[in-house]
């Protein structure tokens, strides 16, 4: 009688597959041993009547069994195919080298974001550098924002000021919309080790991606170094402030870097829309009404 094919640990190849394959991380799953399952499923592609899991893999790896059909190597005449499988099976074989990569991304962001949150609490290492951390908070909030843009928009008294303002105030609306949504959509939580302390939020701010403060902070950088004559020294001041702003929602605790790295960008991309649907008093002279009254 024929011994069973055995793998590289002399264990038999159908006892290894049909005994660890339906736990989540074992070779069959796609976890760690995938590599060493792919080498097993090579061997056994040349036995006859190979271990059904096994054919399962080697036929979602055969271009040939992508088209429908399903001829096996060594397979006499006499043996019926063994059914093709729906597409999410064969996905389950095979980790995707952008899940791992996510994953591994995921673990050095909560790692990093554990480490820079040295200011989340009274009792952290930097604890008492929390108050100014909770000042650079308070300059990039919505709310201080939003009445600073208002209060210009009415006391300005030029149309060129207007303009810019009524621009700033649409570029702050449709920040607060867009994080907001994202957050809602994702619902990723604030890290464990931040306190929820912070002042004026609404209830999607118990989520943490993307950061509303990082994205602002981006938006209101591009958009004063682009319509504010400042000095140079000035225009380093607002940059280098925006990092700081976007360092210190990790320092307080409040986000994960990756909350922070994807507001950043979120700012900078939001810039590009309000620059591309700028608001005069040509396009949208309804905005601008309350002026022309006067
Ligand atoms: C005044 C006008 C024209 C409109 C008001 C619109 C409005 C609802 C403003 C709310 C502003 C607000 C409470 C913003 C929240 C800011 C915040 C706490 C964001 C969270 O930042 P994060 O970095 O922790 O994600």
């Not at 024929?2 to 339906?22: C, D, F, K």
């Not at 729906?86 to 673990?107: W, Y």
């Not at 590009?272 to 008093?281: R, T």
Request: with cysteine; aromatic share 8%.
């Amino acid at each position: 009688m024929p011994s069973p094919r055995r793998n590289t640990e002399g264990r038999p190849l159908g006892a290894s597959a049909s005994s660890s394959s339906s736990s989540p991380g074992s070779p069959a799953h796609g976890g760690s041993g995938a590599g060493r399952f792919e080498f097993q499923s090579l061997l056994s592609s040349r036995a006859p009547g190979g271990d059904p899991t096994c054919a399962r893999l080697r036929a979602s790896e055969s271009p040939v069994h992508r088209r429908g059909s399903f001829p096996l190597a060594g397979t006499g005449p006499s043996q019926a195919p063994p059914p093709a499988l729906p597409e999410d099976d064969r996905m389950d074989l095979n980790p995707s080298f952008l899940g791992i990569a996510l994953r591994s991304l995921l673990a050095i962001d909560l790692w990093l974001s554990k480490k820079l949150g040295v200011c989340a609490g009274e009792n952290s290492s930097w604890g008492s550098m929390r108050p100014l951390m909770k000042l650079l908070e308070i300059s990039g909030h919505g709310i201080p924002w939003l009445l600073g843009t208002l209060y210009g928009l009415f006391r300005s008294d030029s149309w060129a000021g207007r303009e810019v303002l009524m621009n700033l105030l649409f570029a702050l609306l449709l920040d607060l919309l867009l994080v907001t949504v994202i957050k809602a959509l994702v619902r990723r939580r604030r890290p464990a080790h931040n306190q929820m302390d912070m002042f004026v939020t609404l209830s999607v701010d118990k989520y943490s991606f993307p950061s509303g403060h990082a994205s602002r902070a981006a938006l209101m950088s591009r958009f004063i170094l682009n319509h504010l004559v400042l000095a140079i020294p000035l225009r380093v001041l607002t940059v280098l402030w925006t990092f700081i702003v976007g360092l210190s929602r990790v320092m307080l605790g409040r986000h994960n870097v990756t909350d922070v790295a994807f507001g950043f960008f979120l700012g900078y991309m939001q810039y590009s829309i309000v620059d591309y649907c700028w608001l005069s008093p040509h396009n949208a002279p309804a905005l601008f009404v309350l002026w022309n009254q006067q």
